[in-house]
């Protein structure tokens, strides 16, 4: 009686397993198949945008770069943040750091002003118009964006520093957004 219910569960077991491979397996497949039918999409979608792999390798290698900017800029902002939490109570230190962070930011904003020189010089009549109404927009938005992060923390005197951090942030962001939806190599030149 023993070895039967020893059976039934080894049967149990060796069937329960065979099923979670089936479904594993079934898995694999069928992310082989969307994966495949992704790639048959994107080669039809660039046969009609007229767009060459070359074309696309200079634009994923654009993205990359612009990425592992952003990945620099938030390992420095981090560190910047473990150096405000280690010297919490020397006050001094943290103004020398505000000054610091807003330094940075006047920095990456002339970067801007470059930036936006070099695409007001590539654009003419409505484009222009319409770019010098969305930039002005996004300075707008800029600024209230800052306020809003640096207000939410109620220690008042990080909130310089939190300003300062954030505008250079979305500052980073728009400069690579401008440069990969608008620029062309000229504009990477500038930085």
């Known amino acids: ?18 099923f979670i491979q ?9 992310e082989v198949i969307e994966r495949n039918q992704k790639l048959l999409n994107l080669k039809q979608g660039l046969e009609q945008a007229s767009t060459s792999l070359d074309e696309l390798r200079q634009f994923e290698n654009r993205l990359i770069g612009k990425a592992e900017a952003a990945v620099k800029i938030a390992g420095r902002y981090v560190s910047q943040a473990g150096e405000v939490a280690r010297r919490s109570e020397a006050l001094a230190a943290h103004d020398d750091i505000s000054q610091q962070a807003i330094a940075d930011f006047q920095r990456v904003d002339a ?18 118009a319409a770019f010098e109404q969305v930039h002005l927009a996004w300075l707008a938005f800029r600024e209230r964006y800052a306020r809003f992060i640096a207000q939410s923390y109620s220690g008042g005197s990080i909130q310089p520093l939190i300003h300062a951090v954030t505008l250079e942030s979305i ?6 957004e401008l440069e990969t939806q608008l620029g062309d190599d000229d504009a990477e030149a500038t930085e």
């Open 1 to 18: 009686m023993e070895k039967i219910v020893y059976l039934l569960i080894g049967a149990a077991i060796t069937w329960g397993l065979y």
């Open 171 to 176: 500052t980073s962001a728009w400069i690579a």
């Open 111 to 128: 970067r801007l002003d470059g930036v936006v020189a070099h695409l007001q010089g590539q654009l003419d009549g409505d484009d222009l």
């Open 22 to 30: 089936r479904r594993l397996e079934r898995r694999k497949t069928t």
